[in-house]
């Protein structure tokens, strides 16, 4: 079987189907565009067909480049490979948009259409924009746009080209820059596609066959054209790339080098005919994917993430799909987990100790689907279905019949041991039990449990029903079954597992603490606030690290530091973090939920900048540190405590190291996670950083023996443990 197939009908319509074989979406391969490529030929050859529509065979259209091709190309080939490659997709395209008619008198062509039955991604939006008219369906779920720049490439087969042609480069900048995705209606509206039918072939088909030789000229064709908004040296157009080249370096601190790549390739391919537009964008496109940044993105975001979900790890077990689940308390968590269960499928009994707590905690969803409905991204029918699925309760009796339990109540052992032996006394003997704890160890948890090979940590992420990771922590005594059980759970609920060894504060604890409190430590030296915050987001962090502990609330930071303060005792080494926070909370600044904090907030809670009384408590010294000091300082901080996490069985695998890293608590998405970070640097750098930082800074910046090791051996990461990862 291909992944194309035609069939010519009695109308002269010749039928291109997509439909890749043992694939639940359509994903494009060069050997696919091969057999598409002759199929284009054959119907322009055959003089009984009188026009083309492409669609698929599936319920949606495509989903994209099949990513491990792009990153074959490169592999292969190195930037040769990748810009033949490139433009073998440009020649493709191109022979789709022209369709056999004169070059000259735009005549003598034939039409093509696309009709796309549902969502149409990346690829799956370039091809429809090379045919003439493209029809979809009515359908609310379908997803169209571009979204390449989410993992650090951009539409390099004509679509940054032909849209931005299209729509003028304003217009398009949401889609190309952000990658912004549209349902069908809000799609025309924009002008990414023509029609919204009720059937797309039909439609697709009756418009070939009265389409005339002006219905085939695209307007970058057609003789007088000027882009919407105008060229770069037309004034306007001149604002416009500006405006936009100022939004980019805003947006990206100038560490993201596909949205600088992709206005380029718009801004040079404005000034030039269309054919050598095409070959410029080829050429950026080219350019972003042999840096390194762009390989690392790759690697984590697609491949790594994808083999994550599909179970890369997962153990020997048969199928655990959970079908009832029990979640002890009802609190912020708690109603979370419940939500996104009951949204995939499950049933869903939620306990607290009170029914009014149990009856919020149901709410929460109730919320979370009215303001749904409100965006027109659910239905009043959708809302009933999901909250039939839950049943708020305090009787644990409703217990019976869960596969799976999960506890959410508060942090404390004692509680948690309570509510363990109340649900295992009614569960049934192969349930699994798991904690949703962010701090405690599981094995220490699992002694109140009477079958601690049943039990596991499940760590969901706040806000729930937004954080894409969820991180599955094994105990000592945990066994397969429950590994497998956790990981079938949370693929119900489309988000990405990692799975750890258990100890304090498991991964993404252990790593976004150091960074946070080396923010926090700088503040205590005189760092200037401003320098410490900026110094983090111009290494693509999202939040600095005193934004995201105003975010995560102060009172939090405090409670953490004296239960590690309580467990470490003398080698406790953070208590000039805990002066500040300390301090900070006694002032009654316990961040954005207090409207107080590190930064001041007005009275609807929007910050207003630093608050000013941290430079009264704090003065700023007049000796301030040059920023690549401070960025080492923020960075090495998370770094090095995934090597040693590496280092000590805590992690397991360098792929979720990353992933986990990226989607966890935001690390610079552009390096690919901290593992990729460092071997883009080279562990003989990074070790001569971490000499730097220790004689300055002291032993926290120690580099681990497996970090000099690899310098040593001048070796990789992903050369030495990423075996089980395709290399982008």
């Given at each position: 079987?291909?992944d ?7 109308d ?15 994903v ?14 054959d ?6 067909v ?18 491990n ?5 490169k ?6 490979g ?13 022979k789709?948009e ?9 005549k ?9 039955p549902g969502?149409a ?15 979809a369906?009515?359908?609310?779920k ?13 539409p ?21 820059l952000?990658g912004?995705l ?5 799609a ?6 023509d029609?919204v ?15 005339e ?7 970058w064709?057609?003789?007088g ?15 416009t ?25 718009v ?18 496109f ?8 762009s390989g690392?993105?790759?690697?984590s ?16 077990q048969?199928?655990q ?21 009951a949204?995939a499928?499950?049933k869903?009994?939620?306990i ?10 149901k709410?929460?969803?109730?919320g ?7 965006r027109r991204?659910?239905t009043?029918?959708k809302k ?9 309760t ?12 999960v ?18 006394a009614?569960?049934?003997?192969d ?9 405690l ?6 002694r109140?449990s009477?079958r601690?090979d ?10 729930v ?41 498991f ?5 976004i603490?150091?960074y ?7 503040v205590a030296e ?20 005193l934004?995201?502990?105003?975010e995560t ?14 467990a470490?005792?003398e ?27 590190f930064?001041?907030y ?6 207003q900048?630093?608050?000013?009384g941290?430079?009264?408590r ?21 770094t090095?405590?995934?090597v ?9 695998d ?7 890293a ?10 690919g996670g901290?593992?990729?970070w460092?071997d ?10 971490c000499?730097g ?6 032993d ?6 497996l970090?000099?090791?690899m310098?040593?051996d ?5 050369d ?7 290399a982008?």
């Amino acid at each position: 079987m291909t992944d194309f197939t035609m069939e010519k009908d009695a109308d002269g319509v010749a039928i291109i189907t997509w439909d890749v074989p043992g694939k639940s979406m359509n994903v494009l391969s060069m050997q696919g565009a091969d057999t598409l490529d002759a199929l284009i030929d054959d119907a322009l050859a055959d003089a009984a067909v009188k026009g083309i529509v492409i669609t698929s065979g599936k319920a949606d259209f495509a989903a994209g480049m099949d990513l491990n091709v792009i990153a074959g190309m490169k592999e292969d080939g190195g930037a040769q490979g990748v810009f033949d490659g490139v433009m073998r997709l440009h020649h493709l395209l191109r022979k789709i948009e022209l369709a056999g008619m004169d070059r000259k008198t735009k005549k003598g062509g034939k039409p093509v259409a696309a009709a796309l039955p549902g969502t149409a991604l990346g690829i799956g939006l370039e091809l429809p924009l090379a045919t003439h008219r493209i029809f979809a369906a009515d359908n609310p779920k379908a997803r169209i746009g571009l979204p390449e720049i989410m993992v650090g490439i951009f539409p390099g087969a004509g679509g940054t080209t032909r849209l931005s042609r299209k729509l003028g480069a304003m217009a398009a900048a949401p889609f190309l820059l952000e990658g912004k995705l549209s349902d069908p209606k809000k799609a025309k509206s924009a002008g990414l596609i023509d029609e919204v039918v009720d059937d797309p072939l039909a439609a697709a088909k009756e418009w070939v066959l009265a389409a005339e030789d002006a219905d085939l000229v695209k307007p970058w064709d057609a003789k007088g054209y000027k882009m919407p908004g105008g060229e770069p040296f037309h004034p306007a157009g001149f604002m416009t790339f500006v405006g936009a080249s100022a939004m980019v370096h805003g947006k990206t601190m100038g560490v993201y080098p596909a949205a600088r790549a992709l206005l380029s390739a718009v801004y040079e391919g404005a000034m030039v005919p269309f054919d050598q537009a095409l070959r410029i964008e080829a050429r950026w496109f080219t350019n972003v994917l042999m840096n390194p940044s762009s390989g690392a993105m790759i690697r984590s975001l697609f491949i790594n993430k994808e083999a994550l979900e599909k179970g890369a790890n997962r153990p020997d077990q048969p199928d655990q799909k959970v079908t009832k689940l029990g979640i002890l308390g009802a609190g912020m968590m708690g109603a979370g987990i419940a939500h996104v269960s009951a949204m995939a499928g499950i049933k869903v009994v939620l306990i607290d100790a009170t029914q009014e707590s149990a009856d919020k905690g149901k709410s929460y969803s109730e919320g979370l689907l009215d303001k749904a409905i409100s965006r027109r991204k659910s239905t009043e029918e959708k809302k009933a279905e999901v909250l039939g699925r839950i049943t708020a309760t305090t009787d644990y009796a409703a217990l019976d019949g869960c596969d799976l339990v999960v506890e959410a109540v508060f942090e404390d052992p004692q509680i948690k041991a309570d509510v363990t032996k109340k649900a295992e006394a009614v569960i049934g003997t192969d349930a699994i039990f798991a904690t949703n704890t962010s701090t405690l160890p599981i094995s220490d948890l699992a002694r109140a449990s009477a079958r601690p090979d049943q039990f596991i940590g499940i760590h969901f992420f706040s806000p729930v029903d937004k954080m894409a990771l969820v991180e599955i922590i094994k105990g000592r005594e945990t066994g397969p079954r429950a590994v497998a059980k956790a990981l079938d759970f949370v693929r119900q609920m489309r988000k990405t597992p990692i799975v750890v060894n258990d100890a304090r504060f498991f991964y993404a604890n252990r790593c976004i603490i150091p960074y946070i409190n080396e923010g926090v430590r700088m503040v205590a030296e005189g760092v200037n606030p401003v320098l410490v915050e900026n110094a983090a987001k111009m290494m693509g962090m999202p939040l600095g690290p005193l934004q995201l502990v105003d975010e995560t609330s102060i009172d939090l930071g405090v409670k953490i530091a004296k239960a590690t303060r309580a467990a470490m005792g003398e080698a406790y080494p953070d208590g000039a973090v805990d002066e500040v926070l300390f301090w900070m909370a006694d002032e009654g600044r316990l961040g954005r939920k207090s409207n107080a904090g590190f930064y001041a907030y007005d009275d609807k809670g929007k910050r207003q900048g630093v608050w000013q009384g941290l430079a009264d408590r704090y003065p700023r010294s007049d000796d301030q540190p040059d920023l690549t000091e401070v960025q080492h300082r923020l960075m090495f901080a998370q770094t090095l405590e995934a090597v040693r996490a590496l280092e000590e069985g805590v992690l397991e695998d360098i792929r979720e190291g990353d992933v986990g890293a990226i989607l966890g608590w935001g690390f610079a998405p552009w390096s690919g996670g901290p593992f990729s970070w460092l071997d883009m640097m080279g562990a003989a750098r990074a070790v001569e950083i971490c000499e730097g930082l220790t004689e300055r800074h002291g032993d926290r910046f120690a580099a681990p023996d497996l970090l000099r090791q690899m310098a040593r051996d001048g070796d990789r990461f992903y050369d030495r443990f990423g075996s089980r990862a395709q290399a982008a």
